[in-house]
């Protein structure tokens, strides 16, 4: 009787930071199932004292990210191949790119590929001069664009070279190890990732399925409810189970492409039945404006300033979404970026997957002005987040393919996003190992299910309260201190460089 408990007690102690990242994920999770109105009313009051105290402060970490990349990318350190000199990347470009791209924004395109556009047409967050469908765009690109992989270029890079470079293992806690003895604080910051990580996940699993569900209540005219996004949460944990137990090249890869495949056939679909030279023109002018205007909205300076309630219902939000989501997509970049400079990773995170996103905003925004100008009235078609997107291709050829095609869509990302997390947090746990145990990855996804499951009941507790609105409010709360250690990480980071300066002379 006592030989299963001691054989317990040594898997704990053997695997710490899994033992205590779990209990903690438990924990939170029944508290959420047996107390789920307290919980959320406790989230929604520490929100608001999170946004009123540091809600700035996100964004001018978020333009500190930019500016402190791009220096590094052009500075002699951008050179230094993340591996030896001889090292050839793992990965063709379209893989990386895919790679990257699915597991840092995935579904999140889909959710807001009509909506936001609108909502900011209709809604202008501030005036300038030009066009409101102009601000429109460009203020999306300025909440989906370099900002954003800013945050994940960090920790890509950061973690790149600790691994690749200095031969560290795939811990957070690596790239303090030299400077930080002691291992309790060691310990809690890898904890603090994870935590900071699964909350990010979760919300965007939460997020995704509710959409997924909209489009079928759509598409077939049906009213699924709570228990059908339930089901949609578990049949897209275990795929991703199955493909992160598979691993990087035969899983996660496959499913990356795929989902890159898909999004530029719906694209370009939507692209060429729709005003091409229009499109084409909006996207220009909205990105001229987007790099003139870039630094007074990334400070909110003067007449930029869209006020505080604005920004925290989208800035504050989306720059805490992205910090949430920054350890594992950048542990995952690193992880796949053996073998290119600091130079290529950080240009090629900035700006490759960023014009990306602005031609596919540009594609489904200045479509719906079109939409909206012809109907000479605008009655709110597109303002429901979860269906914007369906009701949409409703005005489009091969209507019913097109909604169909989006719901495949958000599965496989979603199940990319998942499966790329599962992975990285299980390195984390399996000490760092880039070939976690799949035991590891099982538990990851088991956990990760029933996080999603409680947030999607905290979304549901109150008639007007969505999942969405309670993902804000949470992850406001829960990146707040990782906004701080990041700061921590890069000073290191640059020590590190200096330090190690002969390496920078490793040139390709």
Known sequence: MHKPIVLILKHIQKHSILSISVGIIFICTLVVFFATEASYNAIESTSLWVRNYFGYFYLYLGFGCVVALLLVAFSKYGNIKLGTPSSKPE????????????????????????????????????????????????????????????????????????????????????????????????????????????????????????????????????????????????????????????????????????????????????????????????????????????????????????????????????????????????????????????RQLLLGVLIIPSLGTFFWFSVFGSSAFNLIEAWGAYDNQFGNVFSSIFVFFEHYPLATFLNITSIFLLISFLITSVDSAVFVLSMFTDKGSKNPNKTHRVIWSVFILLATIALILLGNIKANVNVLEAVQRLLIITSLPFSFFIIIMFGFFVKDLRKNRLKANNLE
Request: aromatic share 16%; proline share 3%.
């Open 91 to 342: 990965h063709s470009l379209w893989a990386w790119t895919a790679m990257l791209y699915s597991a840092g924004m995935g579904s999140g395109i889909l959710l807001r590929a009509v909506q936001e556009p609108v909502f900011m047409q209709q809604n202008p967050p501030f005036a300038s001069g030009v066009t409101n469908e102009t601000i429109a765009l460009e203020f999306t690109f300025y909440q989906w664009g370099i900002t954003a992989w800013a945050f994940y270029g960090l920790f890509a890079v950061i973690v790149g070279y600790a691994l690749h470079v200095n031969k560290k293992k795939v811990r957070i806690s690596a790239t303090i190890e030299d400077r930080i003895k002691s291992k309790p604080i060691r310990g809690s910051v890898d904890i603090i990732t994870i935590i900071t990580t699964i909350f990010g996940l979760i919300a965007a699993i939460g997020l995704g399925t509710t959409q997924i569900n909209g489009g079928l209540n759509h598409v077939f005219s049906a009213d699924l409810g709570l228990a059908t996004t339930i089901i949609l949460c578990v049949f897209i944990s275990t795929i991703a189970c199955y493909s992160a137990w598979q691993g990087v090249n035969k899983g996660i890869k496959i499913f990356s492409k795929l989902n890159i495949i898909v999004t530029l056939v719906i694209l370009l679909f939507v692209f060429i039945t729709s005003d091409v030279q229009g499109i084409v023109a909006s996207f220009f002018t909205a990105l001229y404006q987007y790099i003139i205007d870039f630094i007074p909205m990334s400070l909110a300076i003067g007449d930029y300033n869209p006020g505080l309630e604005f920004l925290t219902g989208w800035t504050f939000y989306y720059w805490a979404f992205w910090l949430a989501w920054a350890p594992f997509t950048g542990i995952f970049i690193a992880r796949i970026s053996k073998g290119r400079t600091i």
